[in-house]
């Protein structure tokens, strides 16, 4: 029924930049804050990125502020993450969630209602 699906994951060198996507059935997508988590071999799913139905409002990982972006073009149901300066430790499979709210971002995995299953990436040195 409900289908989120992320593209762009792969392999690069620490320093390079990298944008994942997540494309979403739900409509009308704007009514949806949508977020990026992610998960490494081992460890518990940690909060990445958060960003409000209509793109107003945006929250962060205080250790990823500034080098990670999320945004939204809600013409395409389509919510981004851009990696930028990208290091090792930033490997893991990267997991778009979504729930209907109209104007704040979610910061907490429990927050979110829906999920897809994830896209890999990978940060070589």
């Known amino acids: 029924q409900v289908q989120l699906i992320e593209s762009g994951g792969g392999s690069v060198q620490a320093g390079a930049s990298l944008r994942v996507s997540c494309t979403s059935s739900?409509?009308?997508?704007?009514?949806?804050?949508m977020g990026w988590f992610r998960q490494a071999p081992g460890k518990e799913r940690e909060f990445v990125a958060g960003?409000?139905?209509?793109?107003?409002?945006?929250s962060y990982q205080d250790d990823l502020k500034g080098r990670f972006t999320i945004s939204r073009e809600n013409a395409k149901s389509t919510v981004y993450l851009q990696m930028s300066s990208l290091k090792p430790e930033d490997t893991a499979v990267y997991y778009c969630?979504?729930?209907?709210?109209?104007?704040?971002?979610?910061?907490?995995?429990?927050?979110?209602?829906?999920w897809g299953q994830g896209t890999q990436v990978t940060v070589s040195s």
């Open positions: 969630a979504a729930k209907q709210a109209f104007n704040r971002a979610i910061t907490t995995r429990e927050g979110y209602d829906y």
């Open positions: 739900l409509r009308p997508f704007g009514n949806y804050a």
């Open positions: 960003i409000s139905g209509k793109g107003v409002h945006t």
